[in-house]
């Protein structure tokens, strides 16, 4: 293996290592993980809040169904109202799957720096094919030279 080859595929090997890192560096920056935590925390609460309307609504109505108060089933509505409000005037958060800019030009320019090491790279590989004809050539003269030198030493 010549030392030209060596170089090229370590340089080939060293670029793709770079961009798996880089592509796991953009993977972690992106915060995908926290934002899809807080969502399920979010709708882990609201699971409870809703189960916790629905047992009091249910209680509230058994107590008005057993003690045959009017009144039971108005503080029922009343919680269950109230819970309705209660979720209404929390804020709603509107979670998209959106990167943030800065990650989004980020990517840009390492997309583009990775098409100038590419084109980069194919000139690269180009001259290295004209440097390994060149060397054949040479290498085939010499073999010529070298069968004539011994063809002339067997004459004598």
């Not at 880089?22 to 399920?40: D, F, H, N, T, Y």
């Not at 029922?76 to 309705?84: G, K, L, T, V, Y």
């Not at 590989?125 to 063809?151: D, Y």
Request: glycine residues 6%; hydrophobic residues 40%.
């Amino acid at each position: 293996m010549s030392p030209t080859l060596i170089m090229a595929l370590g340089i080939t090997l060293g670029l793709g290592l770079g961009l798996y890192m880089v592509a796991l560096l953009v993977e972690q920056c992106s915060g995908e993980s926290v934002l899809k935590q807080k969502l399920a925390k979010l709708e882990e609460e609201l699971y409870k809040v809703r189960n916790e309307s629905k047992i009091v609504k249910r209680e509230a109505e058994q107590m008005a169904k057993s003690a045959g108060l009017r009144e039971a089933a108005a503080a029922a509505e009343a919680a269950a109202a109230a819970a309705a409000q209660q979720q209404q005037q929390q804020p709603q958060q509107i979670v998209t799957n959106e990167p943030p800019e800065h990650l989004l030009q980020e990517l840009e320019g390492l997309k583009s720096e990775n098409y100038t090491l590419r084109q980069s790279l194919d000139a690269d590989r180009a001259a290295w094919e004209g440097e390994k004809e060149g060397i054949r050539q040479a290498k085939e003269a010499a073999e010529i030279e070298c069968q004539e030198a011994r063809q002339e030493v067997s004459r004598q």
